[in-house]
C-alpha cells in the first residue's frame, strides 16, 4: 500500500522514533500528543510563549530543549500552520488469545497492524489547504491526504514527526455557537489514515503562516439565518459533530488495511430563542408535524455564517439544505426568575456544506 517510493525513508522502529524523542512508550502511550501547554488564542503565540519559557528556566542550550503540546502540522510536505492540539494516532495491533493447551497456557500472539484516527484542534489560522479538504469532504468527494504532524522543541527545531498516509477526514466538529461566549473556540477534525509511519527530527518547523492569517473566533460572532423566520436574536446553536463513516477491509495476506468511505452523518440543527420572538417557529412546528405539512416545500434553508472578531468579515459558512423542525421545548425556568424565557428548537438536516471565506493578504 504501498509507498514504496517513501517507505524505506519513512519506515522507522517504534525504539527509534522515542528515543528520538525522549519520550517513553508509556508516556506516548497516555497521549504524549495532546495538546497540554498551548490555550492561547493566537497558536503561534503558544509556540513564542513555550520557546520563552523553556529558554529561561535553563538557560542557554543547558536548557530544556522539548517543549511538549506544541504542534506544527504539514499538508502533502507543505506547510499548513500550527495546531492547537493532537490527540491520537498510535500504532497498535489486536491480541489474540488462542486455545488453553495442553500445559494450560492460552497462547498469545497480535493480529493485523492498525493505525488509529489522529484529532487535531484547527482555529482559522490553518492554510486554505485543510479548509479545502473539509470543504470537499462534506461535499462527499472524500479526497486522501497526507497529513505530517510534528511536535516542536523550544526552538522550534522538529523534536518528533508523524507521516499519516492516504487519509480520510472522518469527523468534523464545528463548535457551539453562544453569544455569551468570552473564549475563542476551535474546529475539531478526526482524520483516518491508511498507514502511519515516524521519521527520525530533522531541521526546523517553517512556523505557521503570518501573523494576519491567524484569523481568531469567538463562538458569539455569527449570524444564522433559516428561510424567512426571525433568527436575530438566537443566542445559542450547539455543536456540529458530522461523521463519515469509514469502512476497513483486509488487503490479500498483508497485514494492512484499505479505508473506504461509506455514509455522512448530517447532525440535526438545534438553536434556541427567547420565547417572546418564537411564534414564527411555533406556527411551523404546528403545521409540519401536527398538522402533517411536511413535504419537501415545507423545509427550509439555513445558514450560519462565523464572523471575525469586529464581526466585519466572514470566516466560514455553513450551509442546511432542507431543514425540517420536529421539535420545540420551552426552557425550564425557575418561578419568579427573572431569567428570559426561552425555546429550543430541533431541526433535521439533510445536508451540510462548509466553505471557508476568510481571504489572506
Known sequence: MAHDLVEGSLATTRRRFLSATGVTGAALGLGLWRSGAAHAADPAASVVSAAAAAGGAGGGTGGRTFVGGVFALELDGISAGFSRGIDGGAITADVIDEPVGPDGVARKHIGGVKYEDITVQAGFGMSKGIYDWIKASLDRAAPRHTLTAQTLDAKLNVASERHFFDALISEVVIPACDGSAKDPAYMTVTFAPEST???????????????????????????????????????????????????????????????????????????TLPESVAKPFYDWHEDFVINGNNGPEAEKQGLLTLLSLDRKQELATISFTNLGIFKLTPEKVESHSDNIRRVKAEMYCEEIKFDYKATWA
Do not use: H, M
Open 197 to 271: 509511519r515516524d521519521t527520525p527530527p530533522s531541521g526546523k518547523s517553517p512556523g505557521a503562516p503570518p501573523k494576519d492569517r491567524q484569523k481568531t473566533w469567538l463562538p458569539s460572532n455569527f449570524k444564522l439565518t433559516i428561510g424567512d423566520l426571525p433568527c436575530s436574536r438566537v443566542n445559542k446553536i450547539e455543536a456540529l459533530v458530522i461523521k463519515q463513516g469509514v469502512a476497513s477491509t483486509a488487503i490479500g495476506e498483508t497485514r494492512d488495511y484499505e479505508k473506504e468511505p461509506t455514509k455522512v452523518e448530517v447532525p440535526n440543527l438545534v438553536i
